[in-house]
């Protein structure tokens, strides 16, 4: 039987400020990566989130990303490979502190990060050293086929290859930018036949119509849209319905 994870940015509240259907989308997800205070969530919210996952037997995980709360961590900015390594193994280690018994499932950089070490050995590198000084059993989530999973391989820290359910693709299996038109899909029919055909071919057409073989372990759903709950539940619906096991990775 095939299987497949469904992980959600979470906990990306912060003060007064509410961000995420969080609580609604639990129920239907597998794995839950929660923002570390540097573009989203604070020392509040993440405890927060984490009491509310571990509730619904959800796989807790670090979301780290850039420092930049104003920017919400999509900005691209400056960083060299060894302030990336001591930003990522400081969100993941104040994350952490939160869990019930001081353990964490895996780790998925966040937003800008995420899309420039997808494309970045040595920054992919240097984030999979912070989180190897964290806990070595951690697992990387990483965009499939990037630098990220090449850099995991390489230093020996277990992964999961990532895709996600609401993106187009570039020719060479990056995230279309979301400063371009149709870069998210809207049409929730379209995104849930996508997973299906990921899960199940492992391919995928880019937006030039090529296509890209990929072989996923977890699905990147969110959980911030006004239909969100809907979409989520949708998508679980339709892999329990394909006979895809739906586990944390």
């Known amino acids: 039987m095939a299987k497949i994870d469904l992980n959600c940015d979470l906990g990306e509240s912060f003060g007064r400020y509410k961000l995420g259907l969080d609580e609604d989308v639990l129920p239907y997800i597998t794995s839950a990566n929660i923002a570390c205070g540097f573009h989203?969530?604070?020392p509040e919210v993440m405890a927060q989130t984490v009491t509310l996952a571990t509730k619904d037997h959800v796989a807790l995980g670090a979301h780290p990303g850039l420092h930049d709360l104003e920017g919400f961590g999509r900005r691209r900015m400056q960083i060299s490979a060894l302030a990336a390594k001591a930003d990522?193994?400081?969100?993941?280690?104040?994350?952490?502190?939160?869990?019930?018994?001081?353990?964490?499932?895996?780790?998925?950089?966040?937003?800008?990060?995420?899309?420039?070490?997808?494309?970045?050995?040595?920054?992919?590198?240097?984030?999979c050293e912070g989180i190897y000084a964290v806990d070595p059993t951690l697992i990387l989530v990483g965009l499939a086929n990037s630098e990220l999973i090449s850099a995991a391989q390489e230093i020996g820290l277990p992964y999961a290859q990532e895709v996600f359910a609401d993106r187009q693709y570039e020719?060479?299996?990056?995230?279309?930018?979301?400063?371009?038109?149709?870069?998210?899909?809207?049409?929730?029919?379209?995104a849930v036949k996508r997973v299906i055909q990921m899960v199940e071919e492992h391919q995928i057409k880019a937006v030039d119509g090529s296509i890209l073989t990929i072989n996923p372990d977890t699905v990147c759903v969110h959980g911030d849209g006004i239909k969100a709950v809907a979409?989520?539940?949708?998508?679980?619906?339709?892999?329990?319905q394909e006979g895809i096991e739906v586990k944390s990775m």
């Open 231 to 240: 979409f989520v539940k949708k998508i679980h619906s339709a892999l329990d």
């Open 88 to 127: 990522v193994q400081y969100q993941v280690g104040a994350l952490q502190a939160f869990t019930p018994d001081g353990k964490l499932h895996h780790v998925k950089p966040h937003g800008a990060l995420y899309n420039m070490a997808a494309a970045n050995h040595e920054l992919a590198r240097a984030i």
């Open 171 to 190: 020719p060479d299996g990056s995230l279309v930018s979301r400063t371009k038109p149709n870069a998210v899909i809207t049409d929730e029919d379209v």
């Open 40 to 42: 989203a969530g604070d």
